[in-house]
Every structure is written in structure tokens, then in C-alpha cells.
């Protein structure tokens, strides 16, 4: 990486200096990945068999007058989509997902401007019995937003107004379908940020945020959404409106509600507003990429960067050798930092703070302990604001470098941190074993095995490329991958959510009163089953 600087025990402390505020460019979906023309794409109900996927005889086939009254209510042109040829191009963005993993039937999308038409909506679908999903931003891995038969999709993209803020206490009020990057972009202005930041933030929407409960990039230092979120606005199934739009940071007054809303993934009602506390915009931004020779010396930088960066600690990320060569091998607008060894790990520190002095004291020593302890080989420190865009590029683009890979089995595993990598090792044990991984033939039915994650929250990404899906590969890596995140007390869904991919596995991560308290809810909230059927929870 031309220009960055090199970490020596002895350069450290001269080579610091204060940075702009960390405003690296988001990444939306790439082009050459969005939404095809789907006519290619096997619908989710073909491509998954062991899924079992029966259309529900109970839900309603639209009718004629079904759409007129659809249209009465949201006559704003662009506002309703219909066809009767779910390939239709119009419907394909919201019949399949940014991976091509999951298509849908749907005839028909309805794009509500206010929380009023979201609720009439609901309330006719309740009364005829039509299914429907929610859709925001539609970036989610799992396929939780994406029709798997003929529901009705409700797209909150207009949606898209910030109702108000307060520039003491930084709480904000928005709607639904505000894309992510906009609302930071907005608050940025005002010298406050959003506590969530994602690789997607230029395509996904703060209400599907909510709904997925998402993780991303610096939970480590803000927490998580159910900490964040002060109050919603959701419409019930039966079109009901509950306004819980609170901006208190504390309320003891009987159940927290909004809770129940956050990682529901549109089974139990559509969120339309969003009250999230926002943190003060940081102005000194700090970024190294470190080279680190094993597992379990990523671990002990963890550890010393926690005891000593602390409060400054804004983020903590590692991707593995060959994550690195899937970057080089197929991403061109970023580069890889260069060193004359080629790493085993690397490690993305991030500090941020208000005092740029105080931090780069604390970052110094923090740097030059931990390459005249050994536990490092090597780093590069950011100069300028295009490096730090530039390193943290190379983590944000690993995705799509694994999207041009080939076709992509995402996992998304809670781990504890002693055994997270130790995970990737067996699972290559496991498929080489049964002649699916050979990294050295041109023929392996499986491409590549690569990982990358969050170590501040034991969230690991794995992800499995092969030319193609099929039923043998799949087999092999499920439930396997889930059979041993259970083993070691992990979670089979850190923060991509459950939808339709994780539902039949749910038994992994909760245990059977558990999972029949969760179907007691949704029964008692949505009693006809009309919101995101097929997905969530495992069939009885």
C-alpha cells in the first residue's frame, strides 16, 4: 500500500498524527451484483428441497379487486407494482436477493409513504388472508426479505423522511426506509454519528437494520441495537398502529415492546419509525493493519488493545491468508497493505476519539508493545484519510470478492474467542476429507474456504465459494457448521438473522421452551400467520 507507513518499535510514536474524522466511503451493493433479471435464478422453493417448501393453502391468491383496492390506497404513481409474470423486470429487485441465493413468486409490491397506508394495508391483508413480507433495503444474506411463493411485498423505500433530533442528547427520529448511509451523511452535519455502520450502508434501511437486529463494524465500541433503539413505531398484523417512539433513555414503566420488534425480521409486524440515540461524531480517526502470525496471537492483540486502548477502541476486524487472496485475486479498487512476509492473519485496529494528542499517546504505546513482544510481525499505519478509506476497503470488500469467487455459502457463527478460528480449520478437515476441498486442483468442487470477522464480539464469517450450488456441498457443510457452533455453546446467527435459510436449525442456538415461547408470540401477535410465513421458525 503505496505511501502508508511502516511500524517499527522505535517509528511508532513519530509516525502518529491526528486524523480527520473517520468518513470512509460506504459501500452499496456493487453493480455487477445487484438484482438480475432473475429469469436465470431457480425459484428458492426449486433450489432448496430439503427445505420442503409447500405454498400455505390457507393464504389468498390475489384477485382482481384485491389490487383495485391496493391501488385506492396508495394512489401516488410508482406506488403499486403488478404483473401477473413474476419475472417481470419491474418485479425482479425485490423478487431476489443481491447474491441471486433466493427468488420469489410475487406478483405484486406495494410501496406505502406513510405509517397510515402501511396500516390499512395490513389490516385488508388480514382481513382476506393475503401474506405479505416486509422488504427495506433488501441486502440481507439469509433471504428474510425476499418472497418465497406469491406474498405480497411491502417496500418501506419511500418511506425515507427524518422526523426530528436533538442535538443535546443526539436522539433522532426517522422513518423506516431512511437508507443508512443518508441518515449517518445527515447526522455527520451535526456533528453526531450513527452507532451502526455497515459494509452495505449505502443500500440497507435503518428499519431493516432494526428488523435484522444487525451487528456490523463497531459494536465493539457503540453495543447493539437493542441498546441503541430508544423506541419504534410498528404497524401489527392486523393494522394496528403501536407508537412507542420514545427518545428517553429511561423508561420503567412495564414490558419494553420494542424489544420484541428488534431482530423479528418482519414476522410480528412491520417497523415504520425509528428513535436511535447517536453518539457524538468523533474528530481523531486512527487505522492500522497489522500482520499477525497465528490465531492465537490475533487473540492476544485483542487483548492488549482492550486493556490498553479502551475507551478509543473503536474496532477490531481480522480476515485470514486467504481471504486476503480472494482481495487480490479479484478486487482492483483497493489494495492489500504490502509486506515482505505474507501475513498468516491481519488485523484492522481502529481508534477514535475527541482528543487527537491523547489518542495518538495511547495508540503508540499500544503499537510499540506489541511488535517488541513478537505478537505482531509487521503493520502499516494510515497517513491520510484515502489510506484509512483504503484498508478499510480491503475489509468491507470481502464480500464481493467472494461474490466473484463464485457462488457463496454465508455463515454467520457467535463464537467464544478461544475456539472461533479453530472452526475454519476442522470445517476444511471435514469437506477435504470428503473430496470436496482440494485448494491445490483446479477441479475441487469447492473453490475456496475463507473467514474474516469481528473479534470484539466472537462474530465469525465464514464463507465456503464453489462454481455452483449444489445439494452434495450443501449436506456436507450443513447441519455440520451448526452441529458445531453448538458444541462450543456458540450461536448459529450472530447478526445476519434467521429468515429462511436458518429457520430449520433454530434448535442449535435456543433450546425447545425457548423455541415454543418464540411460536406462542408470533401465534398470539400474528394469529393468521400472514407476516413472512415459511421463515423464522421451524416447522412443527
Known amino acids: ?108 409490491v406495494l410501496r406505502p409513504q406513510t405509517t397510515e397506508q402501511v396500516s390499512k394495508i395490513l389490516a385488508y391483508c388480514s382481513a382476506q388472508n393475503i401474506a405479505v413480507v416486509p422488504q427495506g433495503g433488501n441486502t440481507g444474506l439469509v433471504g428474510g426479505s425476499v418472497p418465497v411463493f406469491d406474498e405480497v411485498v411491502i417496500s418501506l423505500g419511500k418511506m425515507d423522511s427524518i422526523r426530528s433530533f ?6 433522532v427520529i426517522c422513518e423506516a426506509g431512511v437508507v443508512l448511509e443518508k441518515l449517518d451523511n445527515w ?72 424489544q420484541l420488534f428488534i431482530g423479528s425480521e418482519g414476522t410480528i409486524g412491520i417497523i415504520t419509525g425509528v428513535s436511535i440515540l447517536t453518539p457524538r461524531r468523533p474528530t481523531s480517526t486512527n487505522v492500522a493493519v497489522l500482520s499477525v502470525p497465528s490465531y492465537e ?30 482481495v487480490q485475486k479479484h478486487l482492483t479498487h483497493v489494495r492489500l497493505p504490502e509486506f515482505d512476509i505474507k501475513p498468516r492473519f491481519y488485523v484492522l485496529v481502529e481508534t477514535q476519539g475527541s482528543n487527537g494528542d491523547h489518542d495518538t499517546e495511547k495508540l503508540s504505546s499500544f503499537l510499540e508493545g506489541i511488535l517488541e513482544d513478537g505478537i505482531v510481525e509487521d503493520g502499516v499505519l494510515a497517513q491520510d484519510q484515502s489510506q484509512i478509506d483504503n484498508m478499510w476497503g480491503v475489509r468491507e470488500g470481502l464480500p464481493e470478492a467472494c461474490s466473484k469467487d463464485g457462488k457463496v455459502y454465508k455463515y454467520d457463527i457467535s463464537l467464544p474467542l478461544p475456539v472461533l478460528y479453530k472452526m475454519v480449520e476442522e470445517i476444511k478437515q ?16 469447492i473453490s475456496s474456504i475463507v473467514a474474516w470477522g469481528h473479534i470484539g464480539d466472537g462474530n465469525l464469517h465464514l ?50 421452551e425457548v423455541v415454543e415461547l418464540m411460536r406462542k408470540l408470533k401465534a398470539v401477535l400474528d394469529p393468521q400467520g400472514i407476516m413472512s410465513p415459511y421463515k423464522y421458525l421451524p416447522k412443527k
Open 187 to 258: 447526522l455527520a452535519e451535526r456533528g453526531f454519528m450513527c452507532p451502526l455502520d455497515l459494509g452495505a450502508k449505502g443500500s440497507c434501511q435503518i428499519g431493516g437494520n432494526v428488523a435484522t437486529n444487525a451487528g456490523g463494524l463497531r459494536l465493539l465500541r457503540y453495543g447493539s441495537l437493542h441498546g441503541t433503539v430508544l423506541g419504534l413505531e410498528v404497524v401489527l398484523p392486523d393494522g394496528t398502529i403501536v407508537n412507542n417512539l420514545s427518545t428517553l433513555r429511561k423508561d420503567n414503566t412495564g414490558y419494553d415492546i420494542k
Open 463 to 512: 464463507n465456503i465459494t464453489a462454481p455452483v450450488v449444489t445439494q452434495e456441498i450443501t449436506s456436507a457443510i450443513e447441519p455440520w457448521v451448526y452441529e458445531w457452533s453448538q458444541k462450543y455453546d456458540g450461536s448459529i446467527s450472530a447478526e445476519h438473522g434467521l429468515g429462511l435459510m436458518k429457520a430449520p436449525y433454530l434448535k442449535y442456538s435456543k433450546s425447545v
Open 166 to 171: 436533538d442535538n443535546i442528547s443526539g436522539a
Open 1 to 108: 500500500m503505496s505511501g502508508c507507513a511502516r511500524l517499527s518499535s522505535r517509528s511508532c510514536r513519530r509516525l502518529l498524527a491526528v486524523r480527520r474524522p473517520f468518513a470512509h466511503a460506504a459501500l452499496s451493493l456493487p453493480a455487477n451484483l445487484r438484482f438480475s433479471s432473475s429469469a436465470a435464478i431457480p425459484y428458492s422453493v426449486d433450489l432448496y428441497p430439503s427445505l420442503k417448501l409447500q405454498r400455505s393453502l390457507l393464504f389468498k391468491k390475489l384477485q382482481n379487486e384485491d389490487l383495485l383496492h391496493f391501488k385506492s390506497i396508495l394512489p401516488a404513481p410508482g406506488s403499486v407494482i403488478s404483473s401477473e409474470d413474476p419475472n417481470d423486470d419491474e418485479l425482479a429487485p425485490y423478487n431476489t436477493d443481491w447474491m441471486n441465493k433466493y427468488r420469489g413468486k410475487s406478483t405484486l
Open 430 to 445: 471435514h469437506l477435504s476429507g470428503l473430496g470436496l476441498y482440494n485448494p491445490n486442483s483446479d477441479t475441487s468442487p
Open 297 to 326: 496471537s490475533v487473540t492476544k492483540t485483542f487483548s492488549r488493545a482492550k486493556n490498553q486502548l479502551n475507551e478509543i477502541l473503536s474496532a477490531f476486524e481480522f480476515w485470514d491468508e486467504s481471504s486476503a487472496d480472494l
